[in-house]
């Protein structure tokens, strides 16, 4: 249980379009969502945190115009990185919380591999 | 603010020796510590985290609040176990409780 689908895996996007990444649970609903970014052999650096029906909340130094975070369900939180540029080719990542019987955790997507040529 | 420190970027041991991951964490609060573990081409997924002492996979962590560490510990490695190792850390306030990562430690078993 708790499954979290992130789509696409990869993608590649010229500079200056936008590029929307979906994650979705698929047999909960994740109240809270997490937005990560990681650098080729780096840790995961959390970008946003996305409450259903509210908005982000972005961490330091992240642009608000830039990742847009759209959370309007209780299994799909989105992120569109708008007029992207090659310095934001990265590993995206979704995690959702959850919790159960068995306690609370957390569960991640599989990533999307975004490159901007 | 809180942060986690894994000082091992690579880590390469021997099929059947012992094998410990280092973990330390600043936070002011109580924290609630947790290794996740991400095999090649797989996602991230829970190893096991320190409420539970639990023992997944033959590999315990025990938290040490006095050396506020949460080190990963294996008595005997398997080349399965090759893979890339984060501790992570959540704090209790706020409502969010989102989790801070460790900058990771590749783990490789040598047969």
């Known amino acids: 249980g708790a499954v979290v689908s992130q789509h696409p895996s990869r993608v590649i996007c010229k500079s200056g379009t936008s590029v929307k990444i979906e994650c979705r649970s698929l047999?909960?609903?994740?109240?809270?969502m997490f937005w990560y970014r990681q650098f080729p052999k780096q840790s995961l650096m959390l970008m946003a945190t996305?409450?259903?029906?509210?908005?982000?909340?972005?961490e330091q130094g992240v642009e608000k115009d830039k990742f847009l975070i759209n959370h309007a369900s209780l299994t799909l939180s989105t992120l569109t990185v708008t007029s992207a540029h090659p310095e934001d080719s990265s590993f995206y990542i979704c995690?959702?919380?959850?919790?159960?019987?068995?306690?609370?955790?957390?569960?991640f997507g599989s990533g999307t591999r975004l490159t901007v040529v | 603010a809180q942060r986690v420190t894994q000082p091992e970027k690579l880590l390469s041991v021997f099929k059947g020796a012992p094998v410990e991951l280092k973990c330390n964490y600043s936070?002011?609060?109580?924290?609630?510590l947790f290794w996740y573990v991400q095999y090649s081409r797989q996602r991230l997924q829970l190893l096991l985290r320190?409420?539970s002492r639990e023992s997944i996979k033959g590999f315990t962590a025990d938290l040490n609040k006095g050396e506020t560490s949460f080190h990963l510990k294996k008595p005997f490695a398997q080349e399965e176990d090759s893979a890339m190792y984060y501790c992570?850390?959540?704090?209790?306030?706020?409502?969010?409780?989102?989790?801070?990562f460790g900058s990771g430690t590749q783990l490789t078993v040598l047969p």
């Open positions: 992570a850390l959540r704090i209790s306030s706020g409502s969010a409780r989102q989790l801070t």
């Open positions: 936070y002011s609060g109580s924290p609630e």
């Open positions: 320190h409420i």
């Open positions: 996305s409450n259903e029906g509210s908005k982000a909340t972005y």
């Open positions: 047999d909960f609903q994740a109240t809270t």
């Open positions: 995690s959702a919380s959850f919790s159960g019987t068995g306690g609370y955790g957390y569960t």
